[in-house]
């Protein structure tokens, strides 16, 4: 048994569910969800008995989410909700709340990759990657926290990445950003998950086959700046890195949308999740290095907790 498979194991599989899961449905909110792991999560919770409230920056893609409603029966509300605008993001909880006067989960999937060097990225450039994949996450978490500190009961999930854990070439932008939920998330969880019973983890997925990935590249400027210039070769050498492994099937990098999305739903399942969790074998290696000491995060909050509080 590898050790993704042995840290998954302790983290998802033989955990009790949350009484608040077992006797009643559980609303979930997640963000992003017109395609990749947020539409795969909506489907994915609706079927295991969960209320989801799914929401969209743009709603005029929510046509494959409303025909799989319709095909499946499920209980599902599309919301728009653009984590961009706080406005946004506040008017989405207040209506779940009028609606249900709860919200026991939020999964923070909402993000966008982006590959630019330093030098070649644009103000605007370096604000929407930092407001779509940190302030979004921050912001709606905020938004959620009083209601779940007042239940007394809460599961707040972030889709980070192998990215929030390791720099990578022409991603620091992007990493900042992620590395920015993380420690956002990991000293949340420092008082919160103790004091009013709120657990806290980051999903750490390396690569995803969806359009994600597809919206990292429209976001990178090929044309004319990395083909020619300094940065090249550099750039030359990363892409073909980047095919070498999409094209490796024993060691697989890219996985699917429902194959993290399951990762989310055993998390939201568990009654003790960890800080955090790789989502393959593959994202495991990858951060190694970083996460030796301290696979699941529960010691590093453990040892913050003995020092401050």
């Given amino acids: 048994m590898g050790r993704y498979q042995r840290i ?11 009484s608040n899961l077992k006797n009643m449905k559980t609303n979930v909110l997640i963000t992003g969800t017109s395609s990749g792991v947020g539409f795969e999560s909506a489907i994915l919770f609706a079927k295991n008995n ?25 209980d599902i509300e599309i919301l728009p909700l653009d984590v961009t605008k706080i406005d946004s ?12 006067g709860k919200i026991d989960v939020l999964v923070n999937n909402a993000g966008a990759g ?6 070649q ?44 854990l390791v720099g990578q070439p022409f991603n620091e932008l992007y990493c900042g950003a992620k590395f920015a939920v993380e420690g956002f998330m990991e000293g949340l969880a420092t008082y919160v998950s ?47 890195g980047n ?21 989310v739903l055993g998390i939201a399942k568990n009654d003790n999740p960890p800080l955090r969790i790789r989502t393959s074998e593959w994202a495991e290696n990858f951060c190694e290095l970083k996460t030796l000491a301290d696979p699941t995060g529960r010691k590093i909050v453990k040892q913050i907790q003995d020092s401050f509080l």
Avoid at 89 to 99: C, G, L, N, P, Y
Avoid at 114 to 119: D, G, I, N, V, W
Wanted: proline share 2%; glycine share 6%; with cysteine.
């Fill in 8 to 18: 998954k194991n302790l983290s998802i599989n033989g955990m009790n569910i949350h």
């Fill in 50 to 74: 969960f209320k989801v409230y799914a929401t969209m920056r743009n709603l005029k893609k929510s046509n494959k989410l409303k025909q799989r409603i319709e095909e499946e029966n499920l």
């Fill in 89 to 100: 993001i506040h008017s989405a909880v207040q209506t779940i709340i009028e609606k249900d």
């Fill in 114 to 119: 982006f590959a630019k060097t330093t030098e």
């Fill in 121 to 164: 990225a644009s103000e605007d450039e370096i604000k929407w990657v930092t407001e779509v994949n940190y302030h979004g996450v921050v912001f709606c978490t905020q938004a959620v926290l009083p209601h779940m500190r007042k239940q007394k009961f809460g599961q707040i999930i972030s889709i980070t990445s192998v990215g929030g």
């Fill in 194 to 240: 103790d004091a009013f019973n709120i657990n806290i983890t980051c999903v750490e997925p390396g690569g995803i086959a969806t359009e994600f990935m597809t919206s990292a590249i429209e976001k990178t400027a090929i044309e004319g700046q990395f083909a020619t210039g300094e940065y090249a070769p550099i750039f030359e050498r990363y892409m073909a």
């Fill in 243 to 263: 095919q070498k492994r999409a094209n490796e099937s024993e060691h697989q990098v890219y996985q699917t949308g429902i194959e993290v999305a399951e990762i």
